[in-house]
């Protein structure tokens, strides 16, 4: 059963009439009934009578014809839909990124990104790159904002640097903190805020504290980093952050630069090296290169 002889049986239906039914499609009139006949044989009914010149729908015809429309119609959404996407009127983009970058990075990308396709729908899967680099392999995810070097290295996937941020220390104002450079030395024995186990900042800072050969000492852990930030501005510790989310983060804060060497981490888009992204998540794979520049 083909579309087209759906197509023909319809016009022949509402028509009446083979040879209007015929010039409707922008067929020949033998044409149109050849294909009839072989939509009967195939069924092993007869979908018209044509007695004395008229056409009537038989039973058979009756209990196909809504299903034919309806197959029809199903096709010609589909057929819309899919031409939609690939114009990038509507479509579905599933990102995933570090909490960080949500509140860095993507809040002006995806303003961007909505602005030249606002019938792109985006959903955010907020998590750290271990995480993130699982569900890139499980294909639950389109694209992810990782940072490098990748927790588990997969060949499965393909990374393109982003950017590179510097991390600075956040402190309360009214903190006894110095304004000008500090060594992660100096946060020996000072009170960080510290994210939940599985935050690459989380990660990062302790084992930056390692290196120098101190334990840091926690006051409050656990939190998000709209939490982080909300605990420093009370007085609570200091935390190590990126200097982008210092930068947005308001008022209430006082940002202390590191000394060098400093500390800097790389920010990565990955997806899937065996399965191309959608049409909409490489639009908006665009847009995250061009916020480069």
Known sequence: MQLQQLRYFVAVAEARHFTRAAE?????????????????QELGADLFGRARGN????????????????????????????????????????????????????PQVLRTFHDLHPGIEILIEESGSHDLVRDLARGSLDLALVVLPLPSPSPALTT???????LVVISAPAAAAPSAPVRIADLAGEPLVMFRHGYDLRELTVAACRT???EPTFTVEGGEMDAVLGFVRAGLGVAVVPSMVAEGAGGGLRVTPLAPPGLRRTIALAHRSDVAPPRA????????LDSRA
């Open 160 to 166: 393109v640097e982003l950017l590179r941020e510097d």
């Open 212 to 214: 120098e050969g101190f």
């Open 24 to 40: 409707r499609v922008h067929v020949s009139q033998p044409s149109l009934s050849q294909q009839i006949r072989a939509l009967e």
């Open 281 to 288: 998540a490489r639009e908006l794979q665009r847009v995250l």
């Open 55 to 106: 056409i009537a729908l038989t039973d058979a015809g009756e209990a196909l014809l809504p299903l034919a429309r309806r197959i029809l119609a199903d096709t010609e959404t589909a057929r819309r839909e899919v031409q939609e996407l690939a114009q990038l009127r509507r479509g579905r983009v599933r990102l995933g990124a570090t909490p960080s970058l949500c509140t860095g990075l993507l």
